[in-house]
């Protein structure tokens, strides 16, 4: 089943409350980036020591994530990654605080003796950014940028005043009571699509999950239900697993699947961490399990066109036989063909019925013509055999690059995949090797470091 996530306002607020005291005044020891969407802030905190604090605007899996996990990083830093690293590290979290109502983190950043620096998340799906600004609200750079014919409300470029995304019109669903959500069900929009749209804390999952009701009262009353828990915070992060895997994750309990196996934690964070931890490591898991198949398949392509090839040159140089015979006929028949003559036909000696046409040079004698065709029957035959060595190596190759096929996709772990493409590199199928750093912690502060491919 696929992972269903929705990092949304409610659960960014809720990540934020039990996170604050642990963001704040952290410093920033070092910064990391994989791919073009993740950011890794490798924060020190006297009261929680090292950990990390990851920013994403990965289109689906968008989100703030506390961890001390470890994740392959890229060994060449990408632009902003560097950007980022020379206004950030070494410096202070001053302030981390949330826009009311609003999917959008602020991060504010101290290095003496520079001014204060800035880093916006803005979580909004598909349109997510991560954006550094400086003290006067000036962007110096984003993850993403967004020029004008992107977006005719705002410009996401260096050098720009950053001006925030329009703000909401939802009704906050804290406000909200019963004549009112009766008012908003009776308009003639799609549930779906009204709860979406209209109500703050509501994500797609949990709206599926109410309109599993049928019945406009008891959807009514399920609504309220939410928002009472909400306003006494009586929610429990749950994560619902499938056969060993998480399938989805909410602060709610879900009906669709009120029969599987479900993990609960007593902190939002820490629930955030377990199910995004998952979902990224499969994402980069697939990802280079496509990039190792795309590889060998175009591999096996090069491999099975040769083959072809060399099949029909094989074909071809099967006639190496026809010249054998046409010299052994002209040795048999050397006495009876005169020295001059153009062309003969006598009987081939292995079939009395078939009748062979020879050509002949009429400067040489038929011994001569003999030995010319016993000549180019030789260097054909050579030929034919270095082919048919080349064919098998090749078949070989073939069976092997299908083995390392089947591999990739029963593969279950990265150090599996890795072991596949150090054979690839090995056999020079990867040529250029991108290497990433792998950091694991030790029992006290030293770490090792081990190298693979980047994704």
Known sequence: MKLKLSFDLLTLELFYEETKDIVLNSIIEKIYQIGNTDIFLELFSVDQGRYKLVLSVHPQLYRIQITKKEFPYPARPPSFLMLLRKHLEGGRIIQYSLVPQERIVELKIKRFPEEDKKLILELMGKYSNLILLNEANIIIDSIKHVTSEVSRFREILPGVPYIYPPKTQKISLLDIDENKLEEILTKEVPLKDLLLKELTYMNPQLVNDILLENDKEKIKKRILEIKEKIIKKDLKPIVYIHEGEPVAFSLFPLKEYENFERKEFDKVYKAVDYVYSYAFDKTLFEQQQRRLLEIVKENIEKV??????????????????????????????????????????????YNPEEMVEIELDPSLSAFENAQKYFKKYKKLKRGIN?????????????????????SIENSKSFPELREI????????????????IYKREKKARTTEIYKFRWI
């Open 304 to 349: 099975t066109e040769k083959i072809r090839e060399f099949e029909e040159q094989i074909k071809e140089g099967e006639e190496a036989e026809k010249l054998r015979i046409k010299g052994e006929i002209l040795l048999l028949n050397k006495d009876q063909i005169k020295k001059g003559t153009e062309k003969i036909i006598l009987p081939n000696p």
């Open 386 to 406: 270095i082919l048919k060595e080349q064919k098998q190596k090749l078949e070989e190759e073939l069976y092997y690059l299908n083995s390392l096929e089947f």
């Open 421 to 436: 493409e150090e054979e690839l590199e090995k056999g020079g199928y990867i040529k250029e090797r991108k290497e990433i």
